[in-house]
């Protein structure tokens, strides 16, 4: 049986449960709807103009911030990663800016910018550049270091070395780092969306559900969706990851069949 096939057995058993529960009474409905009024409301979700204009425009955020943040975490993760004297030094800076929870930033951006939509994109951007930064730079860190010495020793400049040896060896952890970020941005994003006044997206069409009507049935069915383009997302980044890096999943395979 397939690590898929267990997966879903286990959300239909839980959902099972859960519809017997309701039915014989242990749980109130008004508390925790149908599990069956939830999938019929998430089928409609499917259908709503509304929702799905949300949906892209939280997707569009998202796109645009992931974009900027590799841009961003990929360079700078190859230069801190090589230069030792300059990550050290900006390592007090890094150390304190990373545990800094992004939505806290909302009102400060917010302020500098003056617009919802860079708002979010700035927010997501700094959640999503710490994943891909950190995992650069680890990748750098492990390059080989006497393919390193081999071309400096025939002449290669720094930057030929780091296009070379350096950047091809740290792009699988880069890799990794976006797609963890990828998962991380869209969390963000609903989240900005959520609690940010007069933002669009899926956090927004949810906001106004619950405050409008709060039909917990389409509160859930939104979170529902939520979890299954975030599980869309991973999926994707892990397939292209394991397609584009093959050999560096080999590799770590057969170092754990030798161990």
């Known amino acids: 049986m397939t690590r898929l096939a267990r997966g879903a057995i286990g959300i239909i058993a839980l959902l099972g449960a859960a519809q017997l529960a309701l039915w014989a009474g242990r749980v109130s409905p008004d508390v925790f709807p149908l599990p069956s009024a939830v999938l019929a409301r998430a089928a409609s979700l499917a259908t709503s103009g509304g929702f799905l204009a949300s949906v892209g425009q939280t997707m569009t955020s998202w796109a645009e911030a992931m974009a900027i943040a590799v841009a961003i975490a990929i360079p700078a993760g190859l230069l801190l990663g090589t230069q030792r004297v300059l990550e050290s030094v900006l390592a007090p800076v890094l150390e304190f800016l990373r545990p800094f929870p992004a939505v806290v930033l909302i009102p400060f951006v917010l302020l500098v910018v003056q617009d919802d939509h860079r708002t979010e994109v700035?927010?997501?951007?700094?959640?999503?550049?710490?994943?891909?930064?950190?995992?650069?730079?680890?990748?750098?860190?492990?390059?080989?270091?006497?393919?390193?010495?081999?071309?400096?020793?025939?002449?290669?400049?720094?930057?030929?070395?780091?296009?070379?040896?350096?950047?091809?060896?740290?792009?699988?952890?880069?890799?990794?780092?976006?797609?963890?970020?990828?998962?991380?941005?869209?969390?963000?994003?609903?989240?900005?969306?959520?609690?940010?006044?007069?933002?669009?997206?899926?956090?927004?069409?949810?906001?106004?559900?619950?405050?409008?009507?709060?039909?917990?049935?389409?509160?859930?069915?939104?979170?529902?969706?939520s979890g299954l383009i975030g599980l869309a997302l991973n999926g994707v980044a892990t397939a292209v990851e394991r397609k584009a890096f093959r050999w560096h999943f080999i590799q770590n395979d057969s170092a754990h069949a030798v161990q």
Do not use: C, H, K, Q
């Open 122 to 225: 700035v927010i997501i951007v700094y959640a999503a550049v710490w994943p891909v930064l950190i995992n650069t730079i680890y990748g750098v860190r492990n390059v080989d270091p006497l393919a390193v010495e081999t071309l400096r020793g025939f002449g290669f400049s720094r930057l030929a070395v780091a296009g070379r040896v350096s950047l091809p060896s740290a792009a699988p952890f880069a890799a990794t780092g976006v797609r963890i970020a990828a998962s991380l941005a869209f969390v963000v994003a609903v989240a900005v969306e959520l609690v940010g006044i007069g933002m669009n997206g899926i956090g927004a069409y949810t906001a106004a559900t619950e405050s409008g009507t709060g039909d917990m049935a389409t509160l859930i069915a939104v979170a529902v969706w």
